[in-house]
């Protein structure tokens, strides 16, 4: 069964960093691209970044560019998202997500959300 | 960066009625790379339709979907209770990967 399980998510201070990350399990972690996608409260899904099975490829969304800086670890199946200089609009649940096996890919696995909360 | 448009923002209807929910592109988009999502309060989202008309594993044949270039639809025959969420539409088409802004299917 696959299963993706995210961590790392609190409060913190405008301006200051967070490292998420996402344990994956049940599947071939390092033959499947993992994106991190996110969703304000009360708002719609917003993508965040995107990394290749090997690691080599990454995209990010304009809005964390520079900021954000997606990762993973094959050998511990997990996949993370450094956050820095985090402002008050980087609030939301960060889902850890799967590109699917499928042409697309689209996302077929979804982890259960870690709450990142920027205030002072 | 590819955006999408969903319509209505809000569809009101009764359980056994149809609905049809609209995504537009603001480019014309591959239909390899136009899924479909649909997220229940307090859940995580749920992948329904991929290559803009292939159901995922376990989805109802009561979903569909259709569309080309920049206008999809995602269609469900009869309204089950369990339908009554919201549907994303997203593509992959491009290194920026896109949602649309949700479509809320209530019920009337």
């Known amino acids: 069964e696959v299963q993706l399980l995210e961590s790392g998510g609190g409060l913190v201070q405008p301006g200051g960093s967070l490292r998420l990350s996402c344990a994956a399990s049940g599947f071939s972690f390092s033959s499947y691209g993992m994106s991190w996608v996110r969703q304000a409260p009360g708002k719609g899904l917003e993508w965040v970044s995107v990394i290749s099975g090997s690691g080599t490829g990454t995209y990010y969304a304009d809005s964390v560019k520079g900021r954000f800086t997606i990762s993973r670890d094959n050998s511990k199946n997990t996949l993370y998202l450094q956050m820095n200089s985090l402002r008050d609009e980087d609030t939301a649940v960060y889902y850890c997500?799967?590109?699917?096996?499928?042409?697309?890919?689209?996302?077929?696995?979804w982890g259960q959300g870690t709450l990142v909360t920027v205030s002072s | 960066e590819i955006v999408l448009t969903q319509s209505p923002g809000t569809l009101s209807l009764s359980p056994g009625e149809r609905a049809t929910l609209s995504c537009r592109a603001s480019q014309s988009v591959t239909s390899t790379y136009l899924a479909w999502y649909q997220q229940k309060p307090g859940q995580s989202p749920r992948l329904l339709i991929y290559?803009?008309?292939s159901r995922a594993t376990g989805i109802p044949d009561r979903f569909s979907g259709s569309g080309s270039g920049t206008d999809f639809t995602l269609t469900i025959s009869r309204l089950e209770p369990e339908d009554f969420a919201v549907y994303y539409c997203?593509?992959?088409?491009?290194?920026?990967?896109?949602f649309g802004q949700g479509t809320k299917l209530e019920i009337k």
């Open positions: 290559g803009a008309s």
């Open positions: 997500a799967r590109d699917g096996d499928v042409p697309g890919p689209p996302f077929d696995y």
């Open positions: 997203q593509q992959s088409g491009s290194s920026l990967y896109t």
